[in-house]
């Protein structure tokens, strides 16, 4: 009997760690950045599945009385989310926002990075990118290449190309007409090790065929190609 209860507490162990590890990389926080995110044990995923409107339900039926219980399962979330709503309606006496105050603060202007940029520009005469690369590594210093050419363009040592920043006409994977053009897709996992091929049509974004392997190369590609072919 203690051989069983210890197999059987091993095997519960073990299906716990494995759900634990499946959890922190599959289930996310459905509002990022909205409410503070912690790990559940609730399906939800990374997907902002809330918008202003079920918040304004959610509150109106936490005035009515209804559970947190049963608005979690009618609008799929947690219940933890359910409450997270609420506490931040009760303190601030308004609506959560959804898409107000998201991502990072503007970085302001650094002087100090300017001089870094200017210092560069005169030695190696680069633009944005190349000067990106050569001031991480002579002026040990990280700068984006946006940040570099904001600099450049207060320095008067850039200016804006009108011809980089108009909409083109032609847009890459969209085509008018199905089965026009297609593309080939490999995906890879980081929990299997089968990698997956699909071909998709440009125009409707429909799988013509697709086929799971263990390695990406030019031959399993072909064979999808071949299922297409087959197919019609």
Known sequence: MSLFKSCHCSLSLRYDLIYLNFSRHILRCRVLKVFRTRFTYEPVTRVMKLDQRKIHWIIRQKKKGVTTKEIALDMKISRRRVQQIWKSYAETGREPGIGENMGRPMKLFDEGEAQVV???????????????????????????????????????????????????????????????????????????????????????????????????????????????????
């Open 118 to 232: 200017s210092e560069a520009y005169k030695r190696f005469r680069f633009g944005g990118r190349m000067l990106e690369t050569v001031v991480r590594k002579v002026f040990k210093v990280r700068i984006s290449h946006n940040r570099i050419h904001m600099y450049l363009k207060v320095a008067g040592l850039a200016h804006e190309d009108p011809k980089k920043k108009k909409r083109r006409k032609w847009v890459r994977y969209e085509r008018e007409h199905s089965l026009s053009a297609g593309h080939i897709d490999w995906h890879e996992s980081g929990w299997s090790d089968l990698k997956v091929c699909v071909i998709i049509d440009d125009a409707s974004r429909m799988i013509l065929a697709g086929g799971e392997f263990k390695n990406i190369n030019t031959k399993n590609s072909k064979l999808v190609h071949h299922n297409i072919n087959f197919a019609n």
